[in-house]
Nanobody, 124 residues
Framework: QVQLVESGGGLVQAGASLRLSCAAS????????MGWFRQAPGKERELVAV????????TYGDSVKGRFTISRDNAKNTVYLQMNSLKSEDTAVYYC?????????????????WGQGTQVTVSS
């Protein structure tokens, strides 16, 4: 399994941008489907974005379409989440996940590894 470490979270005002990074250990990063999920207090975990092993295919949650972009750099073992036009409802802990299967099933049910999470707080 890969070990995942997220970074880049913080406190920003509504309308601002942030870029999250998730660094993975191990030499098999390019074999994993990667994704971002988030969980706000009192709410269920939500799919944010998923990217295929090659990076050619992406999936986004409805609430972030058009504002967030997921990308990966297999040479750097890193996946990114560019978040633009942030809203207060984007406030949550954001988690990186990796899977040799499909992260779109059951909101990350088939994830092999999870990061520790990074807090994103958007003030209105």
């Amino acid at each position: 399994q890969v070990q995942l470490v997220e970074s880049g979270g913080g406190l920003v005002q509504a309308g601002a941008s942030l870029r999250l990074s998730c660094a993975a250990s191990g030499r098999t990063f390019s074999s994993y489907v990667m994704g971002w999920f988030r969980q706000a207090p009192g709410k269920e975990r939500e799919l944010v974005a998923v990217i295929s092993v090659s990076g050619e295919s992406t999936t986004y949650g409805d609430s972030v379409k058009g504002r967030f972009t997921i990308s990966r750099d297999n040479a750097k073992n890193t996946v990114y989440l560019q978040m633009n036009s942030l809203k207060s409802e984007d406030t949550a802990v954001y988690y990186c996940a990796a899977s040799t299967s499909d992260l779109r099933v059951g909101v990350g049910t088939l994830a092999d590894s999870w990061g520790q999470g990074t807090q994103v707080t958007v003030s209105s």
